[in-house]
C-alpha cells in the first residue's frame, strides 16, 4: 500500500469537474482540500439525518432508491456517464463498475442501520472499517499516536447499549466494511480515471441507480403522489450523494489515502452533534469525551508529504 502514499497527486485542476465554470475550478485550486472534507463531513450526515425523518413515509429501502436516483439524474446531464464509459478503457469500465455498485449498496446499508441505531454510533462502526486504511500509510510515530487517541474516541462513543440490536449491528458493520471499498474505489477513480474524478463519480452513480433500481422502487413509489414529500427527498439526496460526493473527490485528488482515512474520525463528531439538532440524540458524558479525543487525533496528524 505504500505506492499509493507515494504516488503523485492529481492537480486540483485535474479534479474538478469538467463542467465546472474558471470560478469554481479557481476555487478548487485555491481552497485546500481540508476544506472540501470539511463540507463533506458535514453534509455526509446531515442528509441521512433528515432521510431517519422521512423513513415513515417512504420507507428505508425507497428513501436509499429516491438519494441515489436524485444524485444519478444531477450527475447525469452535467457528466454525460454515457460519455465516460464510451471513453474509458476495459480496466476503468471496471473500476467505475465496482465503484457504483459499492455505492448502492453501501447507501441501504447504511439507511438500514440508521432504522434502527442512534447515528452516531452508525458513524464511529463507519469509522472503525477505515483504520486498516489508515495504518497503510501512517509513516510515522506521531502520526500513528494520532491515530490511537482518534481510535480511543470513537471506542467511547460506541455505547455498549446500543448493542441490543444485532440486526441494527450487522448493517452498520456491513456498512463500515463497503465504505472502506468506496475510499479505495474513490480514490481509483479521482487519480486515475476517466476524464476526471467527478466525471467518473456520475458514472458510478448511474451504475448505482441501476443496481438499486428494483430493490426500493415500490417503496418510492408514495412520493410521487405527494409533491412536498418528492421535493424534500430530492433535498436529502442532493445533501446526501451529491454535495458530499463531489466534496469528497476534490479532497482525495490531494490527499494521500491515509490521511483521508484518518480525517475520517471526525465524522462520528459530525454525526453526534447532527444527531442532537437534528434528530435530538443528545450524546452523554463518555460521548463528549470521546468527540474532544478525536478531534485531538486528528488535530495532531501530520499528512505524509508533510514530512
Request: proline share 9%; net charge neutral; charged share 10%.
Given at each position: 500500500m505504500d505506492d499509493q502514499r507515494q504516488a503523485p497527486y492529481t492537480s486540483p485542476a485535474a479534479a474538478t469537474p469538467a463542467f465546472a465554470g474558471p470560478a469554481l475550478a479557481g476555487l478548487a485550486t485555491r481552497l485546500p482540500p481540508h476544506i472540501w472534507f470539511a463540507v463533506s463531513a458535514v453534509f455526509h450526515y446531515l442528509g441521512p439525518a433528515f432521510a431517519v425523518l422521512l423513513f415513515a413515509q417512504v420507507g428505508v429501502l425507497g428513501m436509499a432508491w429516491l438519494r441515489i436516483a436524485t444524485a444519478a439524474l444531477v450527475f447525469a446531464p452535467l457528466t454525460r456517464p454515457w460519455r465516460t464509459f464510451a471513453s474509458a478503457d476495459l480496466?476503468?469500465?471496471l473500476l467505475l463498475v465496482a465503484f457504483g455498485a459499492c455505492l448502492a449498496v453501501?447507501?441501504?446499508?447504511f439507511y438500514?442501520?440508521?432504522d434502527r441505531l442512534p447515528i452516531s454510533l452508525v458513524a464511529a462502526i463507519e469509522f472503525v472499517g477505515t483504520i486498516g486504511v489508515a495504518l497503510a500509510g501512517l509513516g510515522s510515530t506521531r502520526n500513528l499516536a494520532a491515530l490511537a487517541i482518534a481510535v480511543t474516541?470513537?471506542?467511547l462513543l460506541i455505547d455498549v447499549k446500543w448493542a441490543s440490536d444485532p440486526v441494527g449491528l450487522v448493517w452498520a458493520f456491513l456498512n463500515g466494511a463497503l465504505f472502506v471499498g468506496y475510499i479505495v474505489l474513490g480514490h481509483r477513480v479521482a487519480r486515475a480515471g476517466a476524464g476526471d474524478g467527478i466525471a467518473g463519480l456520475g458514472a458510478a452513480m448511474a451504475v448505482a441507480f441501476v443496481v438499486v433500481l428494483p430493490v426500493g422502487f415500490a417503496d418510492a413509489l408514495s412520493a410521487f403522489l405527494s409533491p412536498p414529500l418528492l421535493v424534500a427527498a430530492i433535498g436529502v439526496g442532493i445533501c446526501s450523494s451529491v454535495i458530499p460526493y463531489v466534496c469528497d473527490q476534490l479532497a482525495m485528488a490531494r490527499l494521500p489515502r491515509a490521511s483521508f482515512a484518518l480525517?475520517?474520525?471526525l465524522l462520528p463528531v459530525?454525526?453526534?452533534l447532527i444527531g442532537v439538532v437534528v434528530l435530538r440524540q443528545v450524546p452523554g458524558?463518555?460521548?463528549c469525551l470521546g468527540i474532544a479525543l478525536v478531534v485531538a487525533g486528528v488535530a495532531l496528524h501530520r499528512p505524509a508529504s508533510a514530512g
Open positions: 480496466p476503468t469500465r453501501m447507501n441501504c446499508s438500514l442501520a440508521l474516541g470513537t471506542l480525517m475520517l474520525s459530525t454525526a453526534t458524558p463518555s460521548d
